[in-house]
């Protein structure tokens, strides 16, 4: 707590110095009574001043008192020292105030000592608001330190989810890219008129690729297209045993979608699903959406589900990236195809 700061001009020292009066006169108004009864009024005035000066001297003691000893003694003993100091001075003025104003004839007959014992009350009062302001700062303080440190976990939360989304990222880029690459160069070997081809579908998916790749979200549109360049070099690859379908209705293209996820899928359908199949098959990629949440399927027409369906490097590392990204809030599903092949779909809320 910074009690040096304590009669700083604005803000809520000020706001302390009001209070502080408010609960000062409130305190005094029982000892009001007596003077008023007796219609000694020089002693009322006496009581009232006092209740006035009395906060003042307290938080300008306990000022001086915090910069005299600096910020290693405890705040509460420069509290303490600040309530005695201006209570004792309170009680000293109100007894030059009243010889002053009723004359010196009207001296304590029992001394200083006897008059100071009255300073007993305001000691009470100013104990009690005193104790309850150091723990209203004290928790507030608390409060502050707790919200900082719940900021900072945030912060290292968000950092550490973010790297390691780039590394799950940097992990699929590779792979995609070389293992296109590969494909590209076998075939222009083999069939140079169809590898030209290959190559030129190979550079619309390089262009649709390389945009996005380290970006934290892109588009369902920009996804798709990508998977579309992609379902394009593939059926050059492998000729007829490919055939495929898009349907991604126009309103839910511009939802955001995790990047190359959806490519992930779909490699997964021809790796695992068409290219053990001497007759090929079917890939059909259907995207729906509702109020709450954006589903995106790529249903295959394969090899069907295996005892290690689902448990690869790719779909592990959707999994993982989506928990990353959304937590409990999306899923990968995997599940039979009827009358065969499998759907593999994600979902993520929108």
């Not at 003694?73 to 007894?95: D, M, Y």
């Not at 190979?202 to 979200?217: G, S, T």
């Not at 001497?278 to 295959?300: F, H, N, P, Q």
Request: include cysteine; glycine fraction near 10%.
């Amino acid at each position: 707590m910074e009690l040096q700061s304590l009669l700083r001009p604005g803000g809520d020292p000020w706001k302390l110095v009001s209070y502080a009066l408010a609960v000062s006169f409130l305190g005094s108004a029982g000892q009001l009574v007596i003077p008023v009864h007796f219609a000694d009024y020089i002693w009322a005035a006496t009581v009232a001043s006092q209740a006035a000066y009395t906060p003042l001297l307290v938080l300008m003691l306990t000022h001086l008192f915090g910069a005299a000893l600096g910020p290693r003694v405890p705040a509460a003993f420069v509290l303490g020292l600040g309530i005695v100091g201006g209570c004792v001075s309170a009680q000293v003025f109100s007894i030059e105030f009243y010889q002053l104003m009723a004359g010196p004839e009207t001296a304590p007959g029992k001394g200083y000592l006897y008059q100071l014992g009255f300073v007993r009350g305001p000691l009470l009062w100013w104990g009690l608001v005193g104790a309850a302001w150091y723990a209203y700062k004290r928790a507030e303080g608390r409060a502050t330190e707790l919200a900082a440190a719940r900021r900072t976990a945030e912060r290292l939360r968000a950092s550490t989810a973010e790297a390691r989304l780039a590394a799950l990222q940097a992990q699929v880029e590779p792979h995609f890219l070389f293992n296109t690459l590969g494909h590209v160069r076998a075939l222009y070997k083999r069939d140079r008129e169809r590898g030209r081809r290959m190559l030129e579908r190979f550079v619309d998916y390089l262009q649709a690729a390389l945009p996005q790749v380290r970006q934290a979200d892109t588009t369902l549109e920009q996804e798709v297209e990508l998977a579309r360049a992609y379902l394009d070099i593939q059926q050059i690859r492998i000729g007829g045993r490919l055939a495929f379908t898009i349907e991604v209705p126009a309103d839910i293209a511009h939802l955001r979608f995790p990047p190359l996820m959806l490519l992930t899928l779909v490699e997964n359908a021809i790796k695992h699903g068409i290219a053990p199949q001497t007759d090929g098959g079917a890939i059909g990629i259907v995207a729906r959406a509702d109020d709450r949440r954006l589903r995106i399927e790529v249903r295959d027409t394969g090899a069907g589900l295996s005892q290690a369906a689902g448990s690869g490097m790719g779909l592990a590392n959707v999994r993982a990236r989506l928990a990353a990204l959304f937590g409990a809030g999306a899923r990968l599903v995997i599940e039979p195809n009827a009358p065969r092949g499998v759907v593999a779909a994600i979902e993520i809320p929108r």
